[in-house]
């Protein structure tokens, strides 16, 4: 609100206007925070202040300042030669304000722009403390985590249900230090030797000349790098599996790809894989929600991650490790364990738990954590060491020197989100950014005039002492060793490991991806490299893209499959899914009431739809409409349910829209795309009184698997509870795709 002459009125100031109706006009204490939503601690739990001063926590204080803290009375207008006269470059308040403004962008990440985080807490189980001196893992320890979850090839806004592989980037603020397991969603990578990462990233980002197509594989370059390349065979099919298109964030595992060493207290080294296993199970879109959901909401991830974490709905993830003897050749049962392009399969080495993860608080600041956090795999603690993967090798290099450019110089390990919880006694000074007012005088060793402080530690006083592992006498080379050399032995192994469904999806995401390249070499060239896979792998794209399938080069080898790799088949719990329940005011609302009220009880997300917005039954015990047929897509509902016929939508807003020509008092054409879409991506759907006329209209069979109909709304409720155990109806596949 402003007077004639375009002043905001200053409360208190001489002449004032009143105050308005929309604007509060006395300064007032800030709203306490949300459960859950707290900034970062400012005390660690080992007393070591954190460096979050919540003085500075934005608008928190009753009136507003320049940064140097003096009180401003206006923000909305320069300081001018006359209401129309030029800027006067005095206006501190504006340069400021602008200058600050003008450098609020750093560079996003060069790969993994796209993230969301959390915090929470690790609790070691103690299983691992005779492999592993690590204090976090002995029993009961209980460490604060902050995990990020990110796509790969995408920009900082670009759409979370992409098809591409997930960062997990896990910190664990160790009393020792801090630990980083910067893993991924697949436990295998596209190349064995980092000297590779520009290549297969260049790529795979957008193309150089027309920046297009974004946070995408489905293009030329990708393809031509990946079947010129063959060890990037194998992560390619697991993007093309349903691994790559991930429901949640909350329902991926997690991988340390490289083999570690764990280090027991007498120094004695074991070979360890690490892998994150989430309680929810593994879950993933099917590729037209994917997509569908990329426009509709492309913070899908996003958001459902912080939506479940504030309502309670915590994800958890237990950290398990497959063991190895550590023996010079490191290799096990014939699989190199320094080559990340080879998993081992579980059923030849079980994943041993370790420990819970506990994700239970949102970032307060986007910017301030999940952009700011810096992951760097040489962030160890003692008991924990590295092996000579080439491309765990190269990672040790790269990611310290990427930070220094996103966050402008070497002191970013003071920002909140980055700083140890343990007591930090270095002799690293000055730079950009520096924020610590270091005391003394002799920031070097050896020195007599600081008392000959800091002293070094030993193994015995917790230094992080190296494996004194042997390194072979060789010459310089630049080569990989023979046993690096097959590429399509696993990629078989997953492909034999895969469910009919499975299977099913692969072909059909290689035929899409195939699709969108325009050169037609590219598409022959990635035939034959699908040959060496499997032949009816092959022959099935082959037939989608209109070529002709070629003969694989040699005998293809049948390695046992490994039942684990599969996400069909297993039976999770329902937490925080999310249930559509249709309805409008001559619905079944008793039902309605019972069964939102059920769901929410069951740990689910209940989500009322109806025609339009506000309550239903305002006059009785009223329902509020959370989705309305304009704001309701399929992509959101693990499972939709029916209370009724709702009426005919012909008058509906934007029911013409939808359908042109399907007035007529006939079923709102939006309801039936949101069935039709449960129905083709096999989700549980369920009707109860009357609900089922609509159902057929939609063209969902009333005797397909997953589909209840009748009783009572508590018992359609209960079967459709049981369905979503098996995360979807695997039986309705391949429907009308
Ligand atoms: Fe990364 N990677 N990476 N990477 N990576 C980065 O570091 C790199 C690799 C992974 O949420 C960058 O801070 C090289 C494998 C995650 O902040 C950069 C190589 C795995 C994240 C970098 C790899 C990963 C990154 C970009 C080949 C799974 C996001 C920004 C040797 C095990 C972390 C940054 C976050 C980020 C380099 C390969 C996982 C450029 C050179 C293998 C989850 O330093």
């Known amino acids: 609100m402003t007077d004639k002459q375009g002043h905001q009125p200053v409360p208190g100031a001489p002449g004032s206007l009143p105050p308005s109706a929309e604007e509060p006009t006395e300064p007032r204490e800030p709203l306490p925070p949300k459960p859950d939503q707290s900034g970062p601690e400012t005390v660690s739990p080992t007393g070591q202040p954190t460096g979050a001063d919540p003085a500075r926590n934005a608008q928190s204080g009753a009136y507003l300042t320049t940064a140097q803290g003096a009180r401003l009375y206006d923000t909305d207008h320069s300081l001018k030669a006359g209401p129309r006269g030029p800027v006067l470059l005095q206006d501190h308040h504006l340069r400021e304000k602008i200058t600050h403004f003008d450098h609020e962008r750093i560079p996003e990440r060069v790969v993994h722009a796209r993230g969301a985080a ?36 995408g920009s900082r806004g670009s ?5 591409d592989t997930r960062g997990f980037a896990t910190k664990f603020y160790t009393e020792e230090g801090v630990f980083d397991l910067v893993g991924n969603n697949i436990p295998v990578f596209f190349i064995q030797d980092a000297i590779k990462f520009p290549d297969i990233i260049h790529a795979g980002k957008p193309h150089p000349d027309r920046e297009i197509p974004q946070a995408q594989s489905a293009h030329d370059t990708f393809w031509d790098f990946v079947t010129l390349h063959s060890e990037a065979t194998h992560h390619t099919l697991w993007n093309m599996s349903d ?10 595992e997690g991988f340390g790809v490289h083999t570690f060493r764990f280090v027991d207290a007498e120094g004695a080294s074991t070979l360890v894989k690490f892998h994150w296993k989430p309680k929810l199970g593994v879950h993933s879109q099917v590729w037209e929600e994917a997509q569908i959901a990329g426009g509709v909401d492309p913070d899908f991830h996003r958001r459902d ?38 998993l081992v399969p579980e059923e030849l080495a079980p994943v041993q738990p370790i420990g819970l993860m506990t994700l239970d608080a949102n970032p307060s600041n986007f ?52 700083r140890t919880h343990a007591p930090v006694n270095d002799m690293l000074r000055d730079g950009m950014h520096q924020t610590a007012v270091h005391r003394g005088v002799a920031p070097y060793r050896p020195n007599s005039l600081d008392g000959g402080c800091p002293f070094v530690a030993g193994a015995d006083t917790g230094a992080f002492v190296e494996v004194p592992a042997e390194v072979a006498a060789s010459r310089k080379v630049r080569e990989a060793p023979e046993s690096f050399d097959d590429h ?75 039942p684990a790799l599969s996400q069909v088949g297993g039976v999770w719990p329902a937490d925080g899914r999310v249930i559509g329940i249709v309805a409008d005011k001559d619905a079944d609302l008793d039902g309605v009431r019972a069964v939102r009220d059920a769901v929410q009880e069951a740990g689910m997300v209940p989500l009322v739809v109806a025609p339009a917005g506000g309550v239903l039954d305002p006059d009785g015990d009223p329902i509020t409409v959370q989705r309305t047929f304009a704001t309701a897509r399929s992509i959101e509902f693990d499972a939709v349910l029916l209370a009724g016929a709702p009426a005919p939508g012909a008058d509906a807003i934007g029911a013409r829209d939808a359908k042109a020509g399907s007035g007529g008092g006939a079923t709102d054409p939006r309801l039936l795309l949101l069935l039709d879409e449960a129905y083709r991506h096999a989700k549980a759907i369920g009707a109860w009184a009357g609900g089922d006329g609509v159902l057929t209209s939609a063209g969902v069979p009333l005797d397909a698997p997953g589909v209840v109909n009748g009783g009572s709304g508590a018992e359609v409720l209960e079967q459709v509870r049981h369905l979503l155990g098996g995360h979807r109806v695997w039986d309705r596949f391949p429907a009308r795709v």
């Not at 691994?243 to 991926?252: E, F, K, T």
């Open 367 to 418: 910017f301030a954590e999940t952009e700011q956090v810096a992951f760097h795999l040489g962030n160890m603690v003692p008991g924990i060491d590295v092996t000579n993967d080439p491309l765990l090798q190269g990672r040790l290099f790269s990611y310290v020197d990427t930070q220094l450019t996103r966050l402008g110089g070497p002191n970013f390990p003071q920002l909140p989100i980055n």
């Open 243 to 252: 691994r790559g298109i991930p429901r949640s964030y909350r329902m991926m």
């Open 118 to 153: 959390a915090h929470g807490v690790f609790r070691g189980y103690g299983t691992a403390a005779k492999v592993s001196k690590a204090a976090f893992l002995a029993k009961d320890v209980e460490t604060p985590v902050f995990v990020r979850f990110s796509t790969v090839l």
């Open 488 to 562: 399509f032995s696993q990629p078989r192994l997953f492909w034999l490991s895969m469910t009919p469904v499975e299977r099913e999806h692969i072909v059909a995401a290689y035929t899409f991806e195939l699709g969108k390249c325009y050169e037609q070499a590219i598409k022959e060239r990635a035939l034959k490299v699908l040959a060496r896979i499997d032949t009816q792998l092959c022959e099935q794209v082959a037939t989608g893209l209109g070529l002709p399938a070629p003969q694989a080069e040699g005998a293809l080898a049948d390695p046992d499959p490994s």
């Open 305 to 342: 991650l912080a939506d479940a974490i504030e309502a309670g709905a915590f994800p958890q993830w237990e950290l398990g490790v497959q063991t190895f003897p550590d023996t010079p050749e490191q290799m096990f049962q014939g699989i190199d364990l320094l080559d990340p392009t080879k």
């Open 159 to 163: 759409a979370d249900t992409v098809r």
